[in-house]
DNA sequence: CGGATTTTGTTTCGAACCGGCACAAAGTAA
DNA sequence: TTACTTTGTGCCGGTTCGAAACAAAATCCG
């Protein structure tokens, strides 16, 4: 007579003990029951009663049937719920608009791309990035609770305000928090959606670091240091202890102008060898001899100039040229952060591809204590993590708060 | 007939925040019930519990005479009980050991200083310290609860080994934190003494961050970057909310090595222009085209340099030669970081003093984002950070649960 | 000077949250 | 089948904190 009862009425434990164990299913450590009474450090009987109370807001599902396994009660497997809630996830680059709905577990739908709109202008491309995600969310049946949008460029905190928005020339200052907020109320997110739909945005490195940091090449890691490069140059991102520092302002970990050669190439910044000018698309080509071809993308000629590293002797000269000068980049700052784990992403993760040995070499080389100073450079694994790391970001209150998720 | 009552029996509430609230106290923000009820959040009652506890504990004396203001009823101060108990407080320096008596409150007893000992192996040293320290805990009626000391080399996590003992040629990795405890343990403390007596170690410029943080110029950051310069070179250290950020391995922030003019003095490393090498005392006596006095201690006569700025030509050439070099460091730092204060100690400060407006004007023009890059470097203002930071690590797990100091 | 007002501190009660324990459930091992 | 191991749940109680009423101690103001 108990199975398929009604939803159990909320228990008197666990409240503040959601949060945690919500972030644990989410990013895939603890699959049981069990295994929450061990991460959590608390008693069989609370975490069944959190186990059933975010079942009961809808957010996770226990396999009916039991997960068999050693000896003992076979425990029944916790799952983020496939028809739980849904944030919109929204991300502004150099090439258009990127959005898609994201449920928690780091689980995307395949992002839907939009080429830029003629008008650049802040407003213009804010609505139409809030507009593209109010179509995917009035296209489902899952609830929406939140907009997340990833920049391109630095995000001053907590005013969230744009700077240096150099690919689409908006004003420094352009106060997007603010903008996407307004955008998102205006357009329709459906009867599903709760109102008024909650905003953030934050920058796109910062984002993907966190994304790594919970669903890629940076789980388990303590201190992660992320470093990515794409059209707009060098950005990075640092995950303390499972919080991304963004520093007093929102804009620690700009490495873009760390010198690196103080005979290299002139950068817009007014000084010579930037990590930026010495490791874009740019340097690799210079560094070859070559001259890339007109009318292709600028980043797909340099992938595969990469790629043909291991062919082509002008290719591998030139990726280890630019390697000595990434490695250099990333054990200064390496030195100053003392990371456990180096993630690279765009551009720098073909570049470790190519010569993964040479990057950890060069690095290992200038780290100052030898052995103790030797740090993991590994390859990002998430194929969209900006996009990613915005769902991390609209989930953010959620997985601090479970009971905040509306019924 | 209440007054003089017996100690009142533990009251049933305010557990959780006895750490927060003594912590507050601690660092001399909220001197009444009432500031606690605002800064913890808590009702008046919970306050009220909490002050009663901590009373309970011996740590804190709430004053019998209420102190005067505005309106309404008066709120009585809470101070730390003067009669509370100490921790032993130990350095090493490379001019010779010191070692004090602290409560909480940053209320450091007058250090005492003694040399060098003929042999400067770590057992022998350690236990020198291990016994001076004895020695006044010996002293006094009050009891001592733990013992730390602060290293002049980076140590460690969380094995607690010294690395690069320069000054004293200590193999790289000394167990240095075992060593230190079988000394404490060794010691007599007398019998006010916990037994056994908890021991901690840590490097000293971290541990001089950690107390301008908290009692110094650092109070009311958010994010603070120390650095400091001395005999040993240059230290660095990074509190985020509160928290030494001390990187993966113990190893963060140690940024001697930082390249700030390629074309700049060699270094031990192998570089050239190190901030370790270009902004050491022999740096400024080669800036000025003097040579130091033979006999007379080098850090001396350096700070008398810097003092002569004002009214010597070559000395104010020379501490700005240096300023620029150290501000080219510090605009690289704080590039990564983004701290929202910089406080300097050391050498480091008295070149700060002796030319403020220039070495925060190059900082600001090679920091990246104008005036949202633009941070405030003050000077540090405890007489002995690395002291005062020893006895916040050894006071730090009562501070986190005052409920475990021994009754 | 004396009451009104304001602010602080305390007491009492109850709610929220979690651990301990006993028991039940569901598998494996022999 | 029996013993054992592990997992899940119901019940009790303890701890901790908030709400509210009351009490206390000052200033304000007529």
């Known amino acids: 007579m108990q199975r ?51 079942e009961a807001l809808g957010l996770i599902t226990v396999d009916s049937r039991p997960a068999g396994g050693g000896r003992g009660r076979p425990s029944h497997r916790l799952a983020i719920d496939p028809e739980g809630p849904v944030v919109v996830a929204g991300q502004i680059h150099a090439d258009g608009l990127s959005v898609t709905l994201a449920g928690l ?96 945005i934050a920058n796109d490195a910062n984002l993907a670091a966190l994304a790594e940091y919970r669903h890629g090449a940076g789980r388990g890691a303590r201190h992660l240091l992320f470093v990515t490069s794409g059209h707009r140059g060098v950005g990075g991102a640092l995950v303390i202890d499972g919080h991304l520092h963004t520093g007093s302002a929102g804009l620690a970990l700009e490495v873009g102008h760390l010198t690196v050669d103080p005979q290299g190439r002139p950068c817009v910044c007014g000084n010579r060898g930037c990590l930026n000018s010495e490791t874009d698309p740019d340097a690799l080509f210079a560094a070859a001899g070559l001259t890339p071809e007109p009318g292709r993308p600028l980043i797909d ?80 694994e998430l194929a969209h993590g900006a996009l990613a790391g915005a769902a991390e970001l609209g989930w953010g209150p959620y997985l601090a708060d479970p009971q905040s998720v509306p019924v």
């Open 105 to 200: 577990g780091g689980l995307l739908d395949p992002p839907v791309h939009l080429p830029l709109p003629a008008a650049t202008d802040p407003v213009r491309m804010l609505r139409a990035v809030a507009q593209a995600g109010a179509e995917l969310a009035r296209s489902t049946s899952r609830r929406c609770l939140a907009a997340a949008l990833a920049l391109p460029n630095p995000v001053t905190e907590p005013d969230g305000t744009a700077l240096a928005a150099l690919h689409f020339a908006w004003p420094s200052g352009t106060p997007v928090a603010d903008l996407y907020d307004v955008e998102v109320g205006r357009a329709d997110h459906g009867p599903m959606a709760v109102h008024p739909l909650p905003t953030a």
């Open 4 to 54: 398929d009862a009604h939803r159990r009425a909320a228990p008197d434990r666990g409240r503040t003990l959601l949060g945690p164990a919500l972030s644990l299913i989410h990013t895939g450590q603890t699959p049981t029951r069990s295994a929450l009474t061990r991460a959590l450090d608390v008693t069989r009987a609370t975490a069944g009663a959190v186990t059933a109370e975010l």
């Open 301 to 380: 000629q340099a992938r595969e100039l990469c790629w043909a590293a291991s062919t082509d002797e002008r290719a591998r000269a030139a990726v280890e040229h630019v390697i000595d000068r990434l490695g250099l980049g990333l054990a200064g700052v390496a030195n100053i952060l003392n990371p456990d784990r180096v993630v690279l992403s765009g551009l720098h993760l073909d570049l470790l591809e190519a010569a993964p040995d040479r990057l950890r070499a060069v690095v290992a080389e200038r780290s100052l204590w030898g052995r103790s100073g030797r740090v993991p450079i590994v390859g990002a």
